[in-house]
């Protein structure tokens, strides 16, 4: 089966950093997504990771662990706008054409 | 270039009726996909298409179905409502299965069923 788990909700304070963890169980793996929604909005991809290390994007790094199913989302720098819901997707490598399977989302709430 | 076009934006249903939600892209993507996504529950896909005369069930299929008669349309029918399936739908695309090809997803159907 496929299991993807995140925290459920975060609060972090304008200007620090905060990671957002993901863990997941596939039985195949090829490659990991982090994807940004704002409320009543729809998901807005941020990164891709298929090997093991440290995407980094702007004020925004994902990394990823394959050995360990784990994957950290970084925000650096936490703007007011950054408040949105993180959703992380596998996409399982042994089942032929299955799209990606999300996690439930982490809620990030930037608070001044 | 649009991207993915849903329609409509927001409907109330009764229980038992029919319809249909629209879902079009202009990006030539062969890849298409249906989720709904649940208050904290994120996002289930309903079903997908691999390209123009084919689709497949994804892990919430039933009470819907999907045709793919050209690259562009992936129409999502509900045929009886029931108040489960009040819900936000998403459609959304894909270039490839494979790599760094993210999904460009549609701004949503918010659907009520009472």
């Known amino acids: 089966g496929q299991n993807i788990d995140q925290p459920t909700e975060m609060t972090a304070t304008e200007g620090a950093i905060v990671q957002i963890n993901c863990t997941y169980q596939?039985?195949?793996?090829?490659?990991l997504f982090w994807y940004q929604q704002h409320a009543g909005e729809a998901p807005t991809f941020l990164s891709y990771?298929?090997?093991?290390g440290l995407e980094e994007k702007g004020r925004f790094s994902s990394f990823l662990s394959r050995s360990k199913g784990y994957s950290y989302l970084l925000l650096k720098e936490l703007q007011m706008k950054d408040s949105a819901s993180y959703l992380c997707?596998?996409?399982?490598?042994?089942?032929?054409?299955?799209?990606?399977?999300f996690g439930k989302g982490t809620r990030l709430s930037v608070i001044a | 270039n649009a991207g993915v076009t849903q329609t409509p934006k927001f409907r109330i249903l009764k229980i038992g009726q029919s319809m249909t939600l629209q879902c079009a892209q202009d990006?030539?993507?062969?890849?298409m996909y249906w989720y709904r996504q649940d208050p904290g529950m994120g996002l289930k896909l309903i079903y997908y298409?691999?390209?123009?005369?084919?689709?497949d069930k994804g892990e919430v299929p039933n009470g819907y179905n999907v045709s793919r008669s050209t690259t562009e349309d992936f129409p999502l029918r509900l045929e009886l409502a029931a108040p489960s399936q009040t819900s936000v739908y998403f459609c959304?695309?894909?270039?490839?299965?494979?790599?760094?090809?993210?999904?460009?997803f549609g701004s949503g159907t918010r659907l009520t069923v009472v």
């Open positions: 959304a695309s894909s270039y490839k299965r494979e790599g760094a090809y993210g999904y460009t």
């Open positions: 596939t039985s195949g793996f090829n490659g």
């Open positions: 990771n298929v090997l093991d």
């Open positions: 997707a596998v996409r399982d490598a042994n089942s032929g054409n299955t799209p990606l399977v």
């Open positions: 990006m030539n993507h062969n890849y």
């Open positions: 298409s691999v390209g123009a005369g084919i689709t």
